[in-house]
């Protein structure tokens, strides 16, 4: 009796560690962000908009890297962003990094572009060219400039 | 007039005082299973034997709870997302859903209700019949010999049920969403498996469930040891193990959740 | 009769014991020697459970003390009181069987609890312990299963597993049919004989207890706590002129124990 009730016992526990396994492997990203050893490199961005830490580092449309820590300079007053690479890929001195939006109202992730130049960046190097997130107020008041320009100029038909 | 009103303000005062007792003895109870731990490890059979109790007997509950609440969330995640275009984060909604809130909340719920009873009911008639004096009286400690073990047990099988939970629940969102209404597969799964974060999400999710473990098997247990020995009173005492059991699982759930999601 | 310390295996002393504001027994001086079986009598809640508890250390005195195999009780220092418990048996009034355990795992219960032996002996032993009772042929049947006097010879049979020295019954005898009666009555003279124990028997059945006690004391009510008012030979308490004895041996309406419940004049009520 006293084996049966065990076997059971064994058979839910078994279960239960089952589902905590399946959920972490299949439901969460503990696959994707189990990484290697990585090296650091620093990238200065006007604004970040929603961009936070551990966020992807992505190169064409793969995850290359995670996003340390986010800081703020104030000797430029500009964001300086820290990214943890993986060392097994190399990026030029030129590559150039973006504040992308993933989907139309996703998170916020880290694109870089490859440069052309033959030397690597190294641990601790510095990424200088960025392009800031792109911030929605910002296009919308663009669009609503553009518009009222478009009114006062030519087409009045604009009620 | 202002004697009735007194007298109600005095009774309030009385009420809250009694609560306030009550609180410390549960601390006490708590206090007295902590010291007794290392005994009650000792006796890994009687450990087995409330998981087996508590545990498996709430398999069916807690399985087929999980897959209905799975099913709703995928249809009524569905319904909200297609208004944003975003049928594709269905799988995400369904999994952070589960994994940081519903499955550690609703499973300790139920095991309030379903396991927690259950204790009440038997140590209360344990305690009318008796049987508590008569293990004092052999030399047994109750406290070691007969609760240890199920709050051992309980708090052993809390996190498990909630994790089938959840991932039962996660399987009943991909069936109403992948099978019944045609959501991409492969969408599903990687906006899931991107976005639900191992630490933050799952891991949260599971200290959750410990502390719930532990906040309704004490419960469960300080009604039962504290009841009046007769019918009504454990009648009385398997109620108030549901409500206090309950009430403090979402109370406590407010607060881990702004401790542990307040600053992402 | 001189006794040396060691054959008196409970001693009150002036104890007085009082629950919250109410007073239960007042100054209570007693004796139990070795190898006898008292009755304790009295009527419904005068206290004598209240005295049962007192031994096993489930309560402590407020005045007085207890003393039991010759040291008094410490409530405080719980190695010491488990080690004194395990010397004794307790018997509850309706048996206190651990329902969910069979008839044989009780009676093993407090083996496994304080002795380590290996499982045959362990089953030799529990089975004898049954056998004393009459009932191995029921091992392996649950609570549930056997009818109240039976579950009251299986936690007789629990009660004498460890073979203790002092032996406490709480009304042993109440709801049994007559021939549960005698059966009961004769088991516990037999084990308390052939144990060479002591047995406290908490009772108001006063044939049976009369049958099988060595010694009777006899409580008695009063405002301030239960008093001893008798304390003999069953010969001598059937001879005794104190009137609550008499009372309560032959069964009298009325006495010391009033009939009436204290109420207003039959004048006044009836006016």
Redesign the interface.
Known sequence: MQRHVNLLVGFFVLLGLGALIFLSLRVSNLTESSTGPTYAVKAYFDDIGGLKPRAAVRSAGVLVGRVREIGFDDQRYQAVVTIDLVSSVRFPKDSSAQILTAGLLGEKYVGLLPGAEADSLANNDRISMTQSAVVLENIISQFLYNKSGDAGSGDKGLK | MINAALNQVARLGASSLVFVEALGRLAVLFARLVLRLPAVLRRP?LI??Q??FL??HS?AIILVSGLFVGLVLGLQGYYTLRR???EE?LGLLV?LSL?RELGPVVAALLFAGRAGTSLTAEIG??KA???L??L??????PIT?ILGPRFVGGLA?M???A??F???G?MGGWFVAVVLIGVDAGAF?SQ???????WD??MNG?IKSIVFGLIVTLVALYMGYECRPTPDGVARATTLTVVAGSLAVLGFDFVLTALMFGS? | MESSPRDLLVQFEGMGFAYGSRAIIDDLTLEVQRGEVLAIMGGSGVGKTTLLKLIAGLIAPQQGGVRVFGEPLSPDNKKELFATRRRMGLLFQFGALFTDLSCFENVAFPLREHARLPESMLRDIVLLKLECVGLRGAAHLMPSEISGGMARRVALARAIALDPELLLYDEPFAGLDPISLGVTARLIRRLNDSLGASSIIVTHDVAESFEIADRVAVLAPSPAGARLVALGTPQSLSDSQDPYVRQFLEGREDGPVAFHYPASSVEEAFA
């Open positions: 059979g087995g034997s998981i087996h545990g498996n398999l944003y275009g975003s984060a999994a994994l008639l344990m019949g008796e049987q004096s008569a004092e009286a052999m030399a047994v400690d010999r099988a996190p498990l049920l994790a089938l959840s991932a039962v996660v799964w899931m498996s991107s976005g639900v974060e191992f999400d799952l599971v992402l």
